[in-house]
């Protein structure tokens, strides 16, 4: 069972790579190709496309992997209730927060890249 909780650790932290490699990725497509023709601006788009796919996939799994990392954590500090465990949860509701807030920007910035 603690081979299952590490391979969502590491899939937790790989799919949040993924999601910021696509939006990177729409963001260069249209940043280098902002002259392209009618039929080339065609192939930008669906390749656009094809990466806010990735993105919003890579954003489910960030949440399910997410999920499984805090019922794990819940569980195994449910007879800790120390000092340390307070100040982890602090800085993890904290990085929640910016990393929601990363999530929303940067999805909406993918559908806008998108639709333009």
Do not use: C, P
């Amino acid at each position: 069972m603690k081979y299952i909780y590490i391979i969502n650790d590491f899939a937790h932290d790989l799919f949040t790579g993924l999601w910021l490699s696509s939006l990177a990725a729409i963001y260069l497509i249209r940043l280098k190709t902002g002259g392209a023709s009618g039929t080339e601006w065609q192939l930008v788009s669906e390749l656009s496309g094809d990466f806010l796919w990735m993105q919003n996939i890579a954003l489910g799994l960030i949440m399910l992997t997410g999920l499984g990392r805090y019922l794990h954590r819940k569980k195994a500090a449910a007879g800790n209730h120390g000092g340390h465990h307070q100040a982890r949860r602090q800085v993890l509701i904290i990085k929640h927060i910016v990393m929601g807030i990363l999530f929303t920007l940067g999805t909406a910035m993918g559908i806008i890249w998108q639709l333009h």
